[in-house]
């Protein structure tokens, strides 16, 4: 018995059956519609060709509905930004200082414009996120056999190309595992805070971008992985939240390990002990996660990938177990670490602003440069590492890193909105120093990509040249008067001493006035900044007088960086290191005090 059927190519195959010792084997023939004269054979309508037809029909609707998709999500956007542009006219009519002209308007307004564009996006994205599932169902099944279990010569079902190309597809956030390039590790550091611990991982669990069930295919594809759980001690309950957090990463499809620092302190520790305890656990991860030790001795990695296999990290993110991680911290530090590799003034990318108070920061898409080096969530590159880590201090590593023997007048690169959230206020090293200023930093909650952002402003130069225009270009104002006049635009406030500074400072905006190792906190090159009226709103500057100003500004043009950086501090470096808190191989303190900004008054 045969049978024939005319396939894609216009190829009629011929198949047949022989019956061999009871049983029938199938013969195919191949022949073109020019072997009959008479022309193409009729063929029977069975159900194969009914079912091919049913599929094509479904595929030109499924076609059909994305579209419509697509043009909905469009409309419902445009009609959307209308009513909230309308609405926050009204509201900034009623609440807030008359604007000046519509220009004022432009940050609060560009805000919800991008929010929409990214709800019109994300509903754009799925839809063909569905289509290309749907497409490699269909290439599936075509290599398991061609759409009606007939397979020719260009998909047959062991194909090692198809098999490999399905094999590899993991759906985690449309990514393939050959893409997960693992060279930047997240590692977590614990103690014995459980409660703080769980809600770290949950954030880190949530907004983490290879987590297969988060969907956000653009951003910090390959950032923040392997998850490195670091355990000092043997505290019971926090190692089994680390247990509990293990099996959902797994889950999640993220690759993590859990280690275990053996030497800790005994019984409570406070004061200089417990910044010690800290240091010593901070240096022991750091070297076996840069070395790759971590991925060698025999340290279990979740979700089936061999840690032997890892590539040497080229940067490390940073976090503590009291640290809550904004929606987009993983772009924010994908998108970052090319300036970080490639920018040798930068000593790291913090994602902490200690002055980002509610209320007085707004604009949540800007990042600038700071001389002062916050932590609190921050990445570290490899050529860092490699200088700082053969000196890594007993104590106080973060004033450790401050002080100009390690830091070399390298700068850093934070957001104006936060992206971290320090919480702990309860059983930490500080004692919850300064506790009540960081409960009240804004953590955003915008999940903007940050890799669709041309952040090419932030080379030195550029950054330079733009920042010191718009800071001297802001209108000359009075701690009186600044609150009043910046409703109208930017202000720049000065003050000639830093005793002035942390006298009038907080009485205009609630900022920290406290310095570390001559940077005040988050300043740039002297100059402090903060938004009073908060998003949409302008910014206030303080600063040393213009002349200094631009003073500055020829000198940094020309000067080494760390020599520059010796020139602008604002207090003068301690006479006597001994008296230094900081533990370790510091050797700051021998600059000068005429080459002090300011001198004490």
Known sequence: MSTSYTDHDGIVVISSSIEENGRRTPVHARSTSASFPGGRPRRKRGRRQTARRGRQQQQ??????????????????????????????????????????????????????????????????????????????????????????????????????????????????????????????????????????????????????????????????????????????????????????MKKFHAAGMPALHIRHPKTAKGKLRGTDAYKALAVHFGWALRRIFSGDVYKEGNVLSSGYDSSSLPLPGRVIILEEDIEVAPDFFSFMHATA????????????????????????????????????????????????????????????????????????????????????HFGSEKGASYNQFGEELLDIKLDQADFVWENVDLGYLERNKFRKEYYSTVLNAQLSTWKDAMREVTQGNVRVEYRTWKEFTKKARTVVPIMTDEKAGVPRTAYETIVESRPYGAGGHLMFLSPPAQKLRENFERGKTMPIREFSETIRVVPPPENNANSRVLGNNTSGATSRKQCQFESS
């Open 60 to 245: 030109q609707q499924q076609s059909t509905n994305g579209q419509t998709v697509k043009i909905v999500a469009i409309l419902l956007s445009a009609a959307l930004s209308l009513c909230w542009m309308v609405a926050c006219i009204l509201v900034f009519h009623q609440d807030s200082p008359a604007p000046h002209s519509l220009h004022d308007l432009r940050h609060p307004l560009g805000n919800l414009r991008h929010d929409f564009e990214v709800y019109r996006d994300n509903i754009i994205k799925k839809q063909k996120e569905k289509e290309k599932k749907e497409e490699d169902k269909r290439e599936t099944d075509v290599g398991r056999g061609g759409v009606d279990g007939f397979a020719d010569g260009a998909g047959k079902a062991n194909s090692p190309q198809q098999k490999g190309r399905h094999e590899h597809d993991m759906s985690m956030s449309g990514i393939k595992t050959s893409e997960m390039i693992m060279d930047s590790p997240l590692v977590v550091f614990t103690f014995r805070r459980a409660d703080y611990l769980r809600r770290t991982l949950t954030a880190i669990l949530d907004h983490h971008p290879m987590n297969k069930s988060n969907h956000k295919a653009g951003g910090g594809r390959s950032i923040g992985l392997p998850i490195v759980l670091s355990q000092d001690g043997d505290h019971a309950e926090v190692k089994a939240v680390i247990n509990e957090f």
């Open 338 to 421: 090319p300036l970080l590799d490639s920018d040798p003034t930068l000593l790291a990318v913090s994602a902490f602003n200690d002055n980002g108070k509610e209320g007085i920061v707004g604009d949540v898409s800007r990042l600038v440069r700071t001389d002062f080096f916050g932590g609190l969530g921050w990445m570290m590159p490899r050529r860092i590492w490699d200088e700082i880590g053969p000196k890594w201090p007993d104590g106080y590593w973060d004033d450790w890193l401050r002080e100009p023997e390690q830091r070399q007048g390298r700068q850093t690169i934070r957001p104006e909105v936060s992206r971290t959230f």
